[in-house]
């Protein structure tokens, strides 16, 4: 006679089935490698709470700070992190990243959350999850930070919604027009239109499909090409050969503070040149000024133009 196994009862789990995330694939693993999957079978083990123990979970944390109390309530609530998470996938950001912030923002919510003000705490806790994942939106959406105001942060997320509206009644959404409509200014809509257009672009990104060469092949060398190296000493060179000639057509104070203040490094103050020569540091810098305009006469002569030179003196 065979024997019949005996029928288990099922009972209804209150977890959230990996198909309501992720639509189903042809293929299915019975250990799928997928972490979302992973992170969806980890908080099976957490089953809801009724209302009556939410309320009672809440008082005693916000009462007594026990700390399993806040625990229980906090892991009831995670399907809810995914829930909310899941309005946001559409930002080509990763989705357990939503997530992670979005959990940050439950258990602010766990820690600043008061029972006795008759709401709850899934309505509560709503707005500091949605918060958190807003704010690693705008954090991570370009390198450049663009919504760094709040009234940014709100053109962020109104800013698409508006430029449709206006482009389905027929109207072309001129960045005046949209400041206008959504009270801020131009330079606020143009920045913000400028950070949704163009998302950061990888410099190991490929020119063409076909190439080999990558965006960073395009960029400058950090140090100047061997011959522009020679060709800046050669300049240097011959400048200081211009200079000992130009030195040599001066004598006494015009030649000290040619030699002193104009081309040492660093160079000596007016006083004390001054004081080498017994004469105020007035003095010393009107002689300055002349042999300046000397040297300047020299080189537009010597360099017939070929070189632009700026030649200056400094404060002190």
Request: no cysteine; hydrophobic share 40%; glycine share 4%.
């Given at each position: 006679?065979?024997?019949?196994?005996?029928?288990?009862?099922?009972?209804?789990?209150?977890?959230?089935?990996?198909?309501?995330?992720?639509?189903a694939?042809?293929?299915?693993?019975?250990?799928?490698?997928?972490?979302?999957?992973?992170?969806l079978?980890?908080?099976?083990?957490?089953p809801?709470?009724?209302?009556?123990?939410?309320?009672?979970?809440?008082?005693?944390?916000?009462?007594d700070?026990?700390?399993?109390?806040?625990?229980r309530?906090?892991?009831?609530?995670?399907?809810?992190?995914?829930?909310i998470?899941?309005?946001?996938?559409?930002?080509?950001?990763?989705?357990?990243?939503?997530?992670?912030?979005g959990?940050?923002?439950?258990?602010?919510?766990?820690?600043?959350?008061?029972?006795?003000r008759q709401?709850?705490?899934?309505?509560?806790?709503?707005?500091?999850?949605?918060?958190?994942?807003l704010?690693?939106?705008?954090?991570?959406?370009s390198?450049?930070r663009?919504?760094t105001?709040n009234?940014?942060?709100?053109?962020?997320?109104?800013?698409?919604?508006?430029?449709?509206?206006?482009?389905?009644?027929?109207?072309?959404p001129?960045p005046?027009?949209?400041?206008?409509?959504?009270?801020?200014?131009?330079?606020?809509?143009i920045?913000?239109?400028?950070?949704?257009?163009?998302?950061?672009v990888?410099?190991?990104?490929?020119?063409?499909a076909?190439?080999?060469?990558?965006?960073?092949?395009?960029?400058?060398?950090?140090?100047?090409?061997?011959?522009?190296?020679?060709?800046?000493?050669?300049y240097?060179?011959?400048?200081?050969?211009?200079?000992?000639?130009?030195?040599?057509?001066l004598?006494?104070?015009?030649?000290?503070?040619f030699?002193?203040?104009?081309?040492?490094?660093p160079?000596?103050?007016?006083?004390?040149?001054?004081?080498?020569y017994?004469?105020?540091?007035e003095?010393?810098?009107?002689?300055e000024r002349?042999?300046?305009?000397?040297?300047?006469?020299?080189?537009?002569?010597?360099?017939?133009?070929?070189?632009?030179?700026q030649v200056?003196?400094?404060?002190?």
């Open positions: 006679m065979a024997r019949t196994r005996p029928k288990r009862s099922k009972k209804s789990s209150p977890s959230i089935s990996p198909s309501e995330v992720l639509p694939g042809p293929e299915t693993s019975l250990v799928p490698a997928d972490p979302l999957y992973r992170y079978a980890e908080i099976r083990r957490f809801r709470v009724t209302p009556e123990e939410e309320h009672d979970l809440a008082v005693r944390w916000h009462r700070h026990d700390r399993s109390a806040a625990y309530l906090a892991t009831a609530n995670l399907r809810l992190v995914i829930h998470a899941m309005d946001f996938r559409r930002t080509a950001l990763n989705l357990m990243d939503l997530i992670q912030e959990n940050i923002g439950l258990m602010q919510a766990v820690q600043r959350f008061d029972p006795f709401v709850r705490f899934s309505a509560y806790a709503s707005w500091w999850i949605r918060a958190y994942i704010k690693y939106i705008i954090d991570h959406w390198l450049v663009v919504a105001t009234t940014r942060k709100k053109l962020f997320f109104n800013l698409r919604k508006e430029r449709a509206r206006l482009e389905a009644q027929g109207i072309r001129e005046r027009l949209l400041a206008r409509t959504l009270g801020t200014t131009e330079e606020d809509v920045q913000v239109q400028q950070a949704l257009a163009g998302r950061d990888s410099l190991a990104t490929p020119l063409r076909d190439s080999d060469s990558s965006l960073q092949d395009m960029l400058p060398a950090p140090q100047p090409l061997p011959e522009e190296q020679v060709a800046d000493e050669e240097r060179e011959m400048l200081r050969r211009k200079f000992e000639v130009f030195a040599a057509t004598e006494g104070k015009e030649e000290a503070t030699r002193r203040r104009l081309i040492a490094e160079p000596e103050t007016l006083q004390a040149i001054g004081n080498s017994g004469v105020t540091r003095a010393i810098r009107q002689i002349k042999v300046i305009d000397k040297l300047k006469k020299f080189l537009e002569r010597e360099l017939a133009g070929s070189h632009s030179i200056s003196s400094t404060s002190n």
